[in-house]
């Protein structure tokens, strides 16, 4: 069975059951709560497809299979293999793996032993400075025994003389010099440093730190936090091994995992971290401020990392995004960028000065002016110094750039030429032809295209294109240029669907999310183009209007509305055939000021132009 049938074998609808579902279309259902974030009233699933989405973007939506991975968390292997079950799909059974070979025990014997137990109380009776430089007092140097030989141990040519115990079977020597190679020599078969806070619960809080290294671990009984140490990433499957024995009187702890920050102890954390979850035990990331490991983050700041642990925060908490100073990086790039301006003033001053990073929504019905509109705000922007990528998906470069000529002559001459965008596009002013030998003309094409036309970058779809696409030049074009472009895009009903077995309103649903999360994920405004549905053609603009797709109104930032401005019963097609035409400019959504506020605009369809009334 290929993917595509495997997919409509079972019904999305029975295998989530029928509880909290409800009907709310013609075979369209609604899931209440969210099975992904547990609010009401957007997790829907589409009968005639067999697919699922949510229009306030807190998930992907697909198939089933999609549904198992992103909902369930299963991989993609899982998930597969779940639906051949469920459809009655033999399913192939996976080899077993070999073990592997495990290295014999390095058992101390009983003379290493007695040769050990003589040593450490030798070192005992002696104090150094190598301990306290790594950040450790008396209290955690008497509490374990660390002890010091001045003349030091040989052991396989090489002297050490920090003796520290982790058990009757497992010594570690050290060197007191941290820039020597081959500063450890582990005697004995290497064992878990204070195992017994697993093994017997009742010793600590509920909090369990699991490190790397002794000295990590030491570092954190320092600060009377209780830490075990694997002392080499392979023993995480024997912590794992004590953990699962014990997870009944451990399924109160929470098991904080502060391995070391490099690729050896994040895999060791992955491994821990599935591994305790699937034995039902709580655990999460410990994050230590950018440093290597705990014991460096002691050495270097005692008070930050007593502070970070009296928290008890861990990765990705907002005390960590303001410690480690995104918070102020971030707030410091703002300050320093210019706000982006769209020409309208009114608008700029509702928007906060501008443009920032977010999605823009403006629709207006059909031939109103909101592609006009659009270009001239690129044109403006372009104008000002910012990168500008305008992807006209159905109106050609040629006739925007007419278009953007006719309104600076417009502007340059004052409104008096009587020059239209037709006469550009057919190459005729006066006579056929004549175009560059108007000398006004010539000097609009100098002034445009020694300002906006160096920033602007019209990109052609030919309905081809898809968001997938669009995001895929957006990002290209920022590598190449090293530049956050201002993205415009005309118009959205005209974006290809991602997945052509979608309905439109799943297709624009998905694309409004994708749109958001590009803004977000480039920091970069994305402005969209819409139409409105036929039934809002002769009512005032309001969110109605864009209900083909609820993503827009809860997923845009700013939504702007394009409508005629009249006086009680005006007729509507006069008022379109004034010049300049009368339109207001309807601010329904505004996630960064005022909103629901009407800005007047003044539009001159023939040259393209708009103004504030």
């Known amino acids: 069975m290929d993917m595509e049938n495997l997919k409509q074998s079972v019904k999305l609808l029975d295998y989530i059951g029928s509880n909290g579902i409800k009907q709310v279309g013609a075979n369209i259902y609604r899931v209440d709560p969210c099975p992904v974030c547990g609010h009401k009233d957007h997790f829907t699933i589409y009968g005639d ?106 052991k396989r040519g090489q002297v050490f003389k920090c003796v ?182 009114s608008l700029d001053t509702n928007l906060g000065g501008g443009l920032y990073p977010g999605l823009y929504v403006l629709g207006s019905v059909s031939s109103l002016g909101k592609t006009a509109l659009a270009l001239q705000v690129a044109d403006r922007i372009a104008g000002a110094g910012f990168k500008v990528m305008f992807f006209s998906l159905e109106m050609g470069a040629f006739e925007l750039v007419c278009r953007s000529l006719t309104r600076t002559l417009f502007e340059m001459t004052g409104g008096h030429n009587g020059i239209t965008t037709g006469n550009f596009i057919k190459n005729q002013i006066d006579e056929p032809g004549d175009l560059f030998n108007n000398e006004e003309a010539i000097k609009a094409f100098q002034q445009y295209g020694t300002g906006p036309a160096i920033n602007l970058t019209i990109e052609e779809g030919n309905f081809n294109l898809d968001v997938s696409k669009i995001r895929e030049q957006v990002e290209e074009y920022q590598a190449l240029s090293g530049l956050r472009p201002v993205v415009f895009i005309d118009y959205l009903q005209v974006i290809r669907p991602l997945n052509m077995q979608l309905t439109e309103k799943q297709h624009i649903d998905l694309t409004i999310v994708e749109l958001r999360r590009m803004a977000r994920d480039l920091d970069i405004p994305v402005f969209c183009v819409s139409s409105f549905n036929r039934m809002s053609y002769n009512n005032p603009a309001d969110m109605t209007a864009f209900k083909e797709s609820g993503a827009i109104e809860y997923t845009a930032d700013v939504i702007l509305a394009l409508q005629l401005r009249k006086n009680g019963e005006e007729d509507i097609n006069e008022l379109k055939n004034r010049e300049p035409r009368p339109l207001e400019l309807v601010l329904l959504k505004n996630r960064r000021g005022k909103a629901y506020d009407n800005i007047p605009l003044d539009y001159w369809p023939k040259v393209n132009y708009f103004t504030e009334a």
């Not at 549904?67 to 009655?88: C, F, P, R, S």
């Open 49 to 154: 497809s067999n697919s699922y989405s949510s229009f306030n973007g807190c998930c992907q939506g697909g198939s089933i299979i999609d549904y198992m991975m992103e909902v369930e968390g299963m991989d993609q292997a899982q998930a597969i293999e779940k639906t051949k079950e469920l459809a009655g799909v033999e399913v192939d059974k996976p080899r077993q793996q070999e073990k592997p070979k495990q290295e014999p025990e390095k058992r101390m014997s009983e003379e290493q032993k007695e040769e050990a137990f003589s040593l450490i109380e030798k070192a005992r009776q002696n104090s150094c400075s190598y301990y306290t430089m790594r950040g450790l007092t008396e209290k955690t140097i008497n509490k374990y025994g660390l002890g010091y030989l001045p003349e030091g141990v040989n």
């Open 164 to 345: 520290l115990p982790v058990s009757e079977n497992f010594i570690i020597y050290r060197k007191d010099n941290d820039q020597e190679q081959d500063r450890y020599h582990n005697e004995g078969k290497t064992e878990i440093f204070n195992l017994r806070y697993l093994e017997e619960p009742s010793l600590t809080g509920r909090e369990i730190y699991v490190t790397e290294g002794l000295f990590d671990a030491l570092s954190l009984e320092e600060l009377d936090r209780p830490a075990v140490a694997l002392n080499s990433t392979s023993m995480t499957s024997s912590l794992l091994e004590v953990a699962t024995k014990n997870k009944e009187r451990l399924k109160e702890k929470a098991f904080l995992l502060a391995l070391d920050n490099d690729d050896t102890g994040r895999k060791a954390a992955k491994e821990l971290k599935e591994g305790l979850k699937e034995a039902g035990l709580q655990v999460a990331d410990y994050s230590f401020n950018g440093y290597k490991d705990v014991n460096e983050y002691l050495i270097n700041d005692r008070e930050g990392l007593e502070a970070n642990l009296k928290t008890k925060h861990t990765k990705g908490s907002v005390f960590e995004y303001l410690d480690e100073g995104q918070f102020w990086q971030e707030l410091k790039k703002r300050a320093e960028e210019a706000d982006i301006k769209t020409g309208i003033s």
